[in-house]
């Protein structure tokens, strides 16, 4: 399998890659469009500030390239928030694949939330086999409950904790870091 983690410099992609090689498969890093484009599945990380990451897709020309993406796409934490209409964070504009804005979390919350947290109403081949259980997550910004939600999560409100539009996937937490629950999210993706 041609597993790409799209490498633009504000991902957490070597926790990713060790996931990966945990499930057997060795997962190549990659900002060059042509390999992306021909890879069997990739993967779209982010962590860090919504703007500046937005600004390093748009230095290497991967703006354009993602939402136009045909085989099965996973954007993790930032990523999936990237892959949104826009973000409060930075008053940043999104890909447009999911049609929802995120928003920071209330000022009577503490913020970022970080730690492990309850995943529910779960639909789709992503959590193939899975009930609700907890996944880890370190975010202050989020996508409201929509009706691409394929799962959500509480702190505070309902929100969105995975989306899908038809080949993109989108996870707020970090399957990487949530156990034999995330590896199987991450096999489960795999096997799409």
Same mark, same amino acid.
């Given at each position: 399998?041609?597993?790409?983690?799209? #490498?633009?410099?504000?991902?957490?992609?070597?926790?990713?890659?060790? +996931?990966?090689?945990?499930?057997?498969?060795?997962?190549?890093?990659?900002? #060059?469009?042509?390999?992306?484009?021909?890879?069997?599945?990739?993967?779209?990380? !982010?962590?860090?500030?919504?703007?500046?990451?937005?600004?390093?897709?748009?230095?290497? !020309?991967?703006? #354009?390239?993602?939402?136009?993406? /045909?085989?099965?796409?996973?954007?993790?934490?930032?990523?999936?928030?990237?892959?949104?209409?826009?973000?409060?964070?930075?008053? /940043? &504009?999104?890909?447009?694949?999911?049609?929802?804005?995120?928003?920071?979390?209330?000022?009577?919350?503490?913020?970022?939330?970080?730690?492990?947290?309850?995943?529910?109403?779960? &639909?789709?081949?992503?959590?193939?086999?899975?009930?609700? #259980?907890?996944?880890?997550?370190?975010?202050?910004?989020? +996508?409201?409950? /929509?009706?691409?939600?394929?799962?959500?999560?509480?702190?505070?409100?309902?929100?969105?904790?995975?989306?899908?539009?038809?080949?993109?996937?989108?996870?707020?937490?970090?399957?990487?870091?949530?156990?034999?629950? !995330?590896?199987?999210?991450?096999?489960?993706?795999?096997?799409?």
């Amino acid at each position: 399998m041609n597993l790409i983690i799209i #490498d633009y410099g504000a991902g957490n992609i070597q926790s990713i890659k060790f +996931a990966f090689q945990r499930l057997g498969v060795e997962a190549t890093l990659s900002n #060059d469009a042509e390999t992306i484009s021909k890879a069997d599945k990739v993967i779209f990380p !982010g962590v860090g500030e919504a703007s500046s990451a937005v600004g390093k897709l748009w230095e290497s !020309g991967l703006h #354009d390239l993602i939402p136009d993406l /045909t085989q099965p796409v996973l954007g993790i934490c930032l990523g999936m928030q990237l892959m949104c209409n826009s973000s409060e964070e930075g008053n /940043t &504009k999104g890909l447009e694949i999911f049609d929802t804005d995120v928003v920071k979390f209330n000022s009577g919350l503490k913020v970022p939330q970080i730690g492990w947290n309850k995943i529910e109403n779960l &639909k789709g081949e992503l959590f193939n086999g899975l009930n609700n #259980d907890f996944i880890y997550l370190v975010h202050s910004f989020y +996508a409201p409950k /929509t009706n691409e939600a394929i799962a959500t999560s509480t702190y505070g409100l309902e929100y969105s904790a995975a989306l899908q539009k038809d080949n993109f996937y989108g996870v707020q937490f970090h399957p990487e870091k949530s156990g034999e629950y !995330g590896s199987k999210i991450l096999q489960n993706f795999l096997n799409l």
